[in-house]
Nanobody
């Protein structure tokens, strides 16, 4: 099967930066869109940034101009550079990938989540 491993979360002061990484591994034929989602306590999970295999990106209005998604297709890895962080960015951040698995075909895969805490 396919797994996603996230890293890079942590505690940062408002105005600071963090970079999240998410690496896919397993029986991967190819990966289509990859994305970052987040869920704050008491809130629903929301889309933060999505990046296609060709590099096109789509961002939530709340993070435009502050967050940048990128990917390294050779490494099956997606990144999220987060600048000018605000306390309202505090959430568990999840990586998602639309994967064609060699054995079973299409999979919608989620990472385990990484906590980002922004202090004021």
């Amino acid at each position: 099967q396919v797994q996603l491993a996230e890293s890079g979360g942590g505690l940062v002061q408002a105005g600071g930066s963090l970079r999240l990484s998410c690496a896919a591994s397993g029986s991967i034929f190819n990966i289509n869109a990859m994305g970052w989602y987040r869920q704050a306590p008491g809130n629903q999970r929301e889309s933060v940034a999505v990046i296609t295999a060709g590099g096109s990106t789509n961002y939530a209005d709340s993070v435009k101009g502050r967050f940048t998604a990128s990917r390294d297709n050779a490494k099956n890895t997606v990144y999220l550079q987060m600048n000018s962080l605000k306390p309202e960015d505090t959430a568990v951040y999840y990586c998602n990938a639309e994967v064609t698995d060699i054995e079973v075909g299409y999979l919608d895969v989620w990472g385990q989540g990484t906590l980002v805490t922004v202090s004021s």
